[in-house]
């Protein structure tokens, strides 16, 4: 299976802080730091470094051609992604605390100039037995959903920011990950009350979503899966973070390549697990997504 990751390319500027900073506040940063970045990005090197083919699809401008070579340097195809003369690569401005806690203001720049004419000449490649992966950090999000699922894909989508726009993409969603707090806002987006249990909140999504399993990640208190029919849940790995930035993005590219490899839900959830255990004791997004090699030896001391 290929998988392909239609998302955002950014660069992700990180001022180390003591604390975030409030409103009308001015506070000094401790340190500057420039790295690759952009869900889409994170989530391309997250399927190859577990194992997937992975293919990317998005836009930059001229100044985020360095891009390009993180996303090849980890095994991922870049011959979709278009570099516009006209508008300048997406980035994001990270605070960082002492204890690895992140807030993102993020400027979507190319990423939110993708034509239904790119996602035509994109998916004229793919078809059944592929997958898609989506974020909300494009353009064309609702065209790319149904277009995938015409020509047989399966589809999965993390809806991150989550936004009320999102709603008539989630029953084309074969797979829908997301966070605690992207799921209390769902759940206001459907106008559903917000269970106490988290477990209560996995299945209630999933009965909402018929046709979807539902991966809901609690940051150290692990994961749930839910699908209408079972419900599993997996422990965090206990370790000392550093920075959370790709915590989530690790967990979705490599549950989805345990998944998408037919797996199990138990070992795509303990393959993901680790895995962002181990990014979250690293500096930076895409540079801190481990291998597949290293993830396993993790499992298997």
């Not at 051609?65 to 570099?83: C, D, P």
């Not at 909300?136 to 726009?165: C, D, F, H």
């Not at 909402?208 to 997996?234: I, K, M, N």
């Amino acid at each position: 299976m290929r998988a392909l990751c239609f998302g955002s390319l950014n660069i992700d500027y990180v001022y180390q802080v003591p604390h975030f900073v409030g409103g009308g506040e001015t506070l000094a940063a401790g340190s500057l730091s420039r790295f690759s970045g952009g869900k889409g990005l994170n989530q391309s090197i997250a399927l190859a470094r577990a194992g997937l083919e992975a293919w990317h699809a998005g836009a930059i401008g001229r100044d985020g051609r360095f891009l390009l070579e993180e996303l090849q340097e980890a095994g991922v195809h870049t011959g979709y992604v278009e570099v516009l003369e006209d508008v300048s690569t997406g980035h994001a401005i990270i605070q960082r605390t002492p204890s690895g806690e992140n807030c993102i203001l993020l400027y979507g720049g190319a990423n939110r100039s993708i034509t239904r004419e790119q996602v035509d000449r994109v998916l004229a490649g793919f078809g059944p037995g592929d997958a898609l992966v989506l974020q909300n950090e494009i353009s064309q999000l609702p065209y790319l959903a149904e277009r995938a699922k015409a020509r047989g894909m399966t589809v999965a989508l993390n809806p991150s920011p989550m936004e009320e726009g999102l709603l008539p993409l989630l029953p084309l969603a074969d797979y829908l990950l997301l966070n605690e707090i992207e799921a209390a806002q769902l759940c206001q987006c459907l106008g559903s009350a917000l269970p106490e249990a988290e477990e209560d909140l996995a299945a209630a999504l999933a009965a909402a979503l018929p046709s979807t399993a539902v991966v809901l990640t609690l940051g150290p208190r692990g994961s749930l899966y839910a699908d209408g029919t079972r419900l599993a849940r997996q422990a965090a790995v206990p370790v000392r973070a550093v920075d959370t930035t790709a915590a989530g993005d690790t967990y979705t590219g490599f549950f989805l390549a345990g998944a998408l490899e037919g797996r199990g839900v138990e070992w795509a959830m303990e393959f993901a697990a680790a895995a962002a255990a181990i990014a979250v004791t690293r500096p930076g997004a895409a540079p801190s997504i481990p291998s597949r090699e290293e993830v396993l030896a993790s499992k298997n001391p």
